[in-house]
């Protein structure tokens, strides 16, 4: 939404207080309070904290090269350690209400893409190597130059890519819509539901989730989100204890037998930080390190941008404030995500939860770290808020971002084209890495044909090659022949 609109819609900022803590998170400067901070946190905690359960599911899952399983409720401690840590570092370093933890997407290509081809160790170690390159990029400037880059309209494309994104995840995790089995012989790729239709419980929590969120947020309630996941959840145990219903998810919404469980801190350290070179070829390594160094640079990259450019934090050029700390830190999650075989931690879009409701600054992210730190010993309580509850804040989320499209003039196809492959690849893809490289590449490519290569940043010309290699890498592969 327009800077206008964002104030027209926001209460009133709290005159300054001369609370210290007030000053150093610009609160107040930022137009906020700490009510909304507080439920900020709290909202993207609640749509986040599925990772407790969903990273130990996958990494708990696969085998090593030598058959070694991680243990379940270590890698969840480890998860929830590593998200409580460096999200509360993000808030007091980078004043951003931007929450960290276990990356989907990376955690599945470490479970079933490197591990087979190493130790738990070694691959672990790999997250670590990538961490401290990315880094090294943070460190020379050249991450936030490339950031500094991008045109303004694609940051905008960028944002509202993740919208919908974010949205479609929203969808798919409440199981509204479900990919169709490759067994029914048909060429639609997703549905309605888990059969066509309908049916269910839980998707009736979720319907009503997104009713009740859209109704409150029309109405402009405070505390719309975390009022609708609040009380989705409490409908939801209702429903469950009435019914026994089994299909719910990750998540079953009923009061736990032990509300306290003992953390274990047994994974921590365990990682080979240059073993991968002794188990597999040196280009197999190079390209995996290369595959995770692409992904979360970009990955970050959207996110941060997305969710600064949702709470009116970009300043008239674009930038993000305390862009170099905030990417530092990112680097750093992904170290701290290896070396505790958590898998590379990284800036969730889930935060976009708490700026819709209200968060403006990195106190939010004391709130979000100090739930996953309780959470490492209720666990139990602080999990049984379903999918289908939670769901419903991402959909809302999707449609406050969705309104920054208005923004980018359509009528100019240089960038009009670029901005809608950003948008559409996003979702279509499932990966916010994915739609940048697809506009990257047509950007650089429309500027050429029309014979203004010169207007195209240096930075672009490189990352685009860089995405031509990303897009490319099976090819490499095989070229090399890379087992």
């Not at 990273?55 to 998860?79: C, E, M, R, Y």
């Not at 609040?230 to 998540?251: P, Q, R």
């Not at 602080?382 to 920054?404: E, K, S, Y």
């Not at 650089?444 to 207007?455: M, N």
């Amino acid at each position: 939404m327009s800077e206008t609109q964002k104030v027209t819609d926001r209460p009133s900022a709290a005159p300054p207080t001369g609370n210290s803590v007030d000053r150093f998170f610009k609160i107040s400067a930022r137009g906020s309070t700490f009510g909304r901070e507080i439920r900020g946190g709290f909202a993207t905690f609640f749509t986040m904290a599925y990772i407790l359960v969903l990273n130990p599911i996958i990494l708990g899952s696969a085998k090593d090269k030598f058959g070694h399983q991680l243990d379940a409720v270590q890698l969840t401690t480890a998860t929830a350690l590593v998200a409580a840590v460096m999200t509360i570092i993000m808030g007091i370093g980078g004043n951003l209400p931007l929450a960290l933890a276990a990356g989907l997407g990376l955690n599945a290509v470490v479970a079933f893409q490197i591990a087979p081809l190493m130790s738990w160790d070694d691959a672990m170690g790999l997250i670590v190597l990538e961490g401290l390159l990315i880094c090294v990029l943070v460190v020379t400037g050249l991450r936030e130059a490339v950031m500094h880059a991008i045109p303004q309209p694609l940051k905008q494309a960028i944002s509202v890519g993740i919208g919908l994104f974010i949205a479609f995840i929203g969808f798919v995790d409440a199981g509204f819509v479900t990919r169709i089995p490759d067994v029914a012989n048909t060429t639609v790729p997703v549905q309605l539901g888990g059969t066509g239709a309908l049916a269910g419980w839980p998707i009736l929590v979720f319907c009503l989730g997104v009713l009740l969120t859209i109704g409150l947020l029309a109405r402009k309630v405070k505390g719309a989100i975390l009022i609708s996941i609040v009380t989705m959840t409490i409908v939801a145990i209702i429903i469950n204890s009435a019914a026994d219903i089994k299909s719910w998810g990750l998540t079953t919404p009923k009061v736990p037998d032990d509300v306290v469980a003992s953390p274990d801190f047994g994974l921590l350290g365990h990682f080979s930080l240059f073993g991968s070179f002794g188990e597999t070829s040196a280009i197999t390594v190079v390209l995996l390190v290369f595959t995770l160094i692409l992904s979360d640079f970009f990955d970050t990259m959207g996110t941060v941008v997305g969710i600064s450019a949702e709470a009116g934090l970009l300043d008239e050029e674009g930038r993000v404030p305390n862009l170099g700390r905030v990417l530092l830190i990112d680097g750093a999650a992904a170290v701290a995500g290896g070396a505790a075989s958590a898998s590379s931690s990284t800036s969730y879009i889930e935060s976009a939860a708490g700026v819709g409701e209200g968060a403006r600054t990195g106190f939010a992210n004391l709130v979000t770290g100090g739930l996953f730190a309780l959470a490492l010993f209720l666990t139990p309580l602080l999990t049984i808020v379903p999918l289908q509850a939670a769901a419903p804040a991402l959909v809302a989320v999707g449609f406050l971002m969705m309104t920054q499209v208005k923004h980018i003039d359509w009528d100019k196809y240089e960038i009009a084209i670029p901005a809608f492959l950003t948008i559409a690849v996003m979702p279509f893809t499932y990966s916010i890495t994915n739609g940048i490289g697809a506009g990257f590449l047509a950007y650089v490519l429309i500027k050429t044909v029309l014979g203004k290569a010169k207007d195209v940043h240096w930075l672009l010309w490189g990352a685009s090659a860089l995405f031509l290699v990303y897009f490319a890498i099976d090819p490499i592969e095989q070229l090399f022949n890379v087992k």
